[in-house]
């Protein structure tokens, strides 16, 4: 297995919020990154979110402009699945469902290295099942990372049945080095952040629904009440409602009916209204 010493040049499949954000992380830890998503359009939305985020670190003067030219140049965008062959570790950000991560690990596992240790950064999925389509069950584990990924300071480790203890320490280790603080989880349905996060949100929507007060008390009793940085309902829209919807809907298949999903969080996204992605959700943006 590649250790933390080996690896030089770190993989991401998907370019998205998340994807972004890690190629990113990785980037301004130092390592070369090569961030691949299915279409060129997709790879060039997450240059953009990339570079809007390093704008932010120049403009509080945490980076300077050619620091950040650094970190871009060191992201090689593909649409090529061929292109990370050379990684000495990849973490994957694609859609939330299950055959999708499976077909993605299918496809690493023939093409990446047998001694590369190969991440998922599922929020909910279970990690077993996705490195079931891997010939090296041991070598993948759950790196959960959380949005918006350049600030937030937590990544969750997700222990599979036979992820070995070796590459446990490894993900620490690689977290670590990107700045972060871990914990530990095993595989049980979203792991320790989405079993609790996720019914707080659904709860705060219902509260909505059922009009126990506005959206605008709702957040604000939670965030002065409890002292969080953002209540249910905006954490929702800057989340996105459909990946709320869908880590949700697996606790809800997993664990019964505590977990289901509010009524006006489907309505919502049945609606096309995702949360600041698309301009409104809960709030207009
Ligand atoms: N890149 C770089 N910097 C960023 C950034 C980004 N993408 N987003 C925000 N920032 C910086 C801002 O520049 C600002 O810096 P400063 O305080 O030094 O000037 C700082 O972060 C605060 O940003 P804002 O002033 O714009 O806004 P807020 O004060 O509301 O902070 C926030 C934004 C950091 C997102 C904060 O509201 C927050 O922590 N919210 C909760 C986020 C959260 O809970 N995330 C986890 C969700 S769960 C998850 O991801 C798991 C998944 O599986 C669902």
Redesign the pocket.
């Known amino acids: 297995m590649r250790g933390l010493d080996d690896i030089e040049t770190v993989g991401v499949v998907g370019a998205g919020t998340m994807g972004s954000?890690i190629a990113q992380v990785a980037a301004q830890a130092g390592y070369d990154v090569v961030m691949r998503d299915i279409e060129q359009e997709f790879v060039d939305k997450g240059f953009d979110t990339i570079e809007?985020?390093l704008a932010?670190?120049v403009k509080?003067d945490e980076l300077t402009e050619g620091e950040a030219d650094e970190v871009v140049d060191a992201i090689e965008g593909t649409t090529s699945l061929d292109a990370l062959a050379d990684c000495d570790l990849v973490v994957e950000a694609a859609s939330e469902n299950m055959e999708v991560k499976q077909s993605i690990f299918q496809d690493l596992d023939e093409t990446v290295p047998e001694d590369v240790v190969l991440a998922t950064n599922t929020?909910t999925l279970s990690i077993t099942t996705i490195a079931s389509a891997t010939e090296r069950e041991d070598l993948i584990v759950g790196l959960?990372f959380?949005?918006?990924v350049?600030?937030?300071k937590g990544v969750e480790l997700v222990v599979g049945e036979k992820t070995d203890q070796a590459v446990v320490d490894l993900a620490h280790d690689f977290a670590e080095g990107l700045g972060k603080e871990t914990w530990e989880s095993d595989d049980k349905p979203g792991f320790v952040?989405?079993r609790i996060?996720m019914p707080w949100i659904n709860e705060g929507i219902r509260a909505f629904d059922e009009g126990v007060a506005s959206k605008d008390d709702i957040d604000k009793g939670m965030t002065l009440g409890t002292n969080v940085?953002?209540g249910p309902l905006t954490?929702a829209d800057?989340?996105g409602l459909d990946?709320?919807l869908d880590?949700s809907e697996t606790l809800h298949d997993e664990l019964g009916d505590r977990y289901k999903p509010a009524y006006l969080l489907k309505r919502k996204v049945d609606a096309g209204d995702l949360g600041k992605k698309t301009g409104r959700g809960f709030y207009e943006y």
């Open positions: 954000g809007d985020s932010r670190f509080k929020s959960h959380m949005n918006p350049p600030v937030m952040t989405n996060l940085p953002m954490l800057h989340i990946i709320c880590a």
